[in-house]
């Protein structure tokens, strides 16, 4: 008898559950996709075929992808494990939760994609919480390497380990976040950074053009070949050191978020999603931008897989 294919069921499948489908679908999963949105259903297939292509993969494993509009009708005897990539909701999610302790069979990772909520608190309401972890995607997520696997304090480490591994033949770049901490890590970073950047925007410094050119043509493009502390192991700790020592003194610390980014909001300017953010946005200079920024990170992806 055939081996059978492996199967994943993603909840939710729109931006971040769609292009997670597409992970497990580029290596032959079979993806259960489950979401309540006849919209969000009937565009999945045209999404997996676009991200395929850029992955590198064949076009025929979109029909690998199959959609459902309630959870029990899912083939759960043959699904290895689940990834909830529903709406930042916690008491959805908790719902959602004790659906799958109840479908999905006993011995799988059930996993959150939250990146809002401590993975205890999702998992809190399930008799089998040692099965229950994070699994952090960051958008957009089949083509951004770095996937968080997050344990809560009742997370079996074996089931962690477990995904870690799995991520690494998925072609993905997988931390263990051993503590359920708020952030977890890559988000922890991302906002200090935002934090120092947007002050200096508010405080005359800079503007935001300045900042994204500082970043992606400074420091975030050296990161591309070495992380931060990879980076100071061949610049010296003493340097640094003794730079924190005198900077540390001066940098942003404020435990709310930056006014600048309130008056945004209070103005209704969102960014893309309201076409006005710091910058104004068509349909044509969005469309351009978010190509320019894919294209930009698939020959990111190459020059890191020839590490």
């Not at 009937?42 to 993969?57: I, N, P």
């Not at 401590?118 to 809190?124: S, T």
Request: hydrophobic residues 45%.
């Amino acid at each position: 008898m055939a081996e059978r294919s492996s199967g994943a069921a993603i909840v939710g499948g729109g931006i971040m559950g769609g292009d997670i489908a597409i992970i497990f679908a580029a290596a032959g999963w079979q993806v259960h996709v489950m979401s309540p949105s006849q919209k969000t259903r009937d565009a999945l297939e045209g999404r997996a075929k676009a991200g395929l292509a850029k992955l590198g993969a064949p076009e025929t494993h979109a029909a690998n992808v199959r959609t459902y509009d309630r959870l029990d009708a899912l083939p759960w005897a043959g699904i290895d494990l689940v990834v909830e990539a529903a709406t930042e909701d916690l008491a959805l999610k908790q719902k959602i939760f004790q659906d799958l302790e109840r479908l999905a069979r006993p011995e799988i990772p059930l996993a959150t994609n939250t990146s809002n909520f401590p993975i205890g608190e999702v998992g809190r309401p399930l008799i089998t919480r040692s099965r229950v972890a994070g699994l952090h995607f960051f958008m957009p997520a089949h083509l951004v390497p770095l996937v968080e696997v997050v344990s809560a304090d009742a997370t079996d480490p074996t089931i962690a380990e477990g995904l870690v591994e799995l991520m690494k033949k998925l072609g993905k770049a997988p931390i263990w976040v051993k503590k359920d901490i708020p952030g977890f890590v890559g988000n922890r970073i991302q906002h200090a950074m935002m934090r120092e950047a947007l002050y200096l925007i508010d405080s005359g410094v800079v503007t935001p053009e300045g900042v994204d050119t500082a970043v992606r043509y400074g420091f975030g493009f050296r990161f591309i070949a070495c992380g931060p502390i990879l980076q100071k192991e061949m610049s010296g700790w003493d340097t640094n050191y003794y730079v924190a020592q005198a900077l540390y003194p001066h940098l942003h610390n404020e435990t709310a978020p930056a006014p600048v980014i309130k008056e945004l909001i209070d103005k209704g300017q969102l960014g893309m999603k309201t076409r006005r953010g710091f910058w104004e946005w068509s349909d044509e200079s969005m469309a351009k931008e978010r190509a320019r920024i894919e294209r930009a990170l698939q020959a990111g992806f190459q020059i890191l897989r020839s590490d």
